[in-house]
């Protein structure tokens, strides 16, 4: 069982589905509201869990109702918390999101994902120097993204860097990552004057494009490949980018392939978008291997 550690955020998402998104001055009847345990860093974990690693999750979230909440449902999915600590000047992290006509839409509130300082995550070091891959997300401190690519590198741990939200990195974070997976929109922004092909090619198999249904698109240092999704009936997209990331750091620990771990990576994200929920519908490996054959 490969050994994978988390650092990032954990929330609770506020999820409400209506079949018309608002615009500004908006007010429209919603069909449903649910509340569900979410955070990139926390979705990528579970993912992981469930797809058969051993995960330690490294982050932080309130003294409250919500706190509570996500650490259990951490404990009911086999995740490690001996360094997810409940802080109390801050409450948990939240997320607002709106499902309507076929996507989603979500703010942000990072609560208690801000004490995820560089200060919290050195105490953490013995899960890292064991871990067989770190995944880091950007809904924690940037600085604590650039003390962790420096701490990876240090110590010879390969650094999965799923660039979301996004934001500008600096070209030390982006070296020592050893893999990078931004969205077309998140690519933008991190190779500003660059066009995608010239992104990918100074990069190779380091820097995977996600481009939702068309799949995934990275070079391979002789061309360009674009690994394909998996067409489905997609109930709820929210989540499936940290289904996409943890099960590609699962398959790249076990010692697949890129193109292997690729395809695996797919399948997975595939299978939760046909579930409510960021983790609803987060399958298991054994679901996922059926779904290959």
């Known amino acids: 069982m490969v050994k994978v550690a988390v650092i990032g955020s954990s929330s609770m998402d506020l999820v409400v589905t209506s079949a018309k998104r608002p ?17 990139k860093g926390a979705n990528q974990a579970v993912a992981a869990a469930r797809l058969g690693a051993e995960v330690t999750m490294i982050g932080c979230v309130g003294k409250d109702h919500y706190g509570e909440a996500i650490l259990q449902n951490f404990q009911d999915n086999g995740v490690h918390i001996k360094y997810v600590e409940p802080v109390t000047e801050m409450e948990s992290g939240t997320a607002h999101i709106i499902l309507a006509e076929g996507d989603n839409s979500i703010v942000v509130v990072k609560g208690a994902n801000d004490a995820v300082t560089p200060a919290y995550v050195k105490r953490a070091k013995p899960a890292i120097e064991q871990a067989d891959i770190v995944l880091i997300q950007q809904e924690i401190p940037e600085e604590t993204v650039e003390y962790v690519a420096d701490l990876c ?33 998140e690519a933008a922004l991190l190779f500003a004057g660059m066009s995608q092909g010239d992104a990918l090619k100074k990069y190779p198999e380091k820097v995977f494009i996600t ?42 620990a076990e010692g697949k392939t890129i193109e292997e771990s690729l395809r695996f990576a797919n399948r997975a994200a ?7 929920g960021a983790q609803g519908g987060m399958p298991l490996r054994q679901e996922v291997e059926e779904a290959i054959r």
């Not at 908006?26 to 345990?37: A, C, H, I, M, R």
């Not at 690994?227 to 750091?249: H, I, K, L, R, S």
């Not at 595939?270 to 409510?276: D, G, R, T, Y």
Request: net charge negative; no cysteine.
């Open 23 to 39: 615009g500004a001055g908006e007010t429209v009847l919603g069909d449903s509201f649910k509340t569900v345990p979410g955070g």
């Open 270 to 276: 595939s299978l939760s978008v046909m579930k409510f």
């Open 211 to 252: 481009e939702g249904k068309r799949g995934v698109r990275y070079f391979n240092g002789k061309h360009e490949v674009l690994v394909p999704a998996y067409p489905v009936e997609a109930v709820d997209t929210t989540g499936a980018g940290d289904t996409f990331n943890a099960a590609f750091a699962v398959a790249l």
């Open 153 to 185: 590198h240090e110590l010879g741990v390969p650094l999965l860097l799923n660039p979301a939200p996004a934001r500008p990195i600096s070209s030390n974070v982006i070296e020592r990552a050893a893999f990078i997976t931004p969205n077309e929109h």
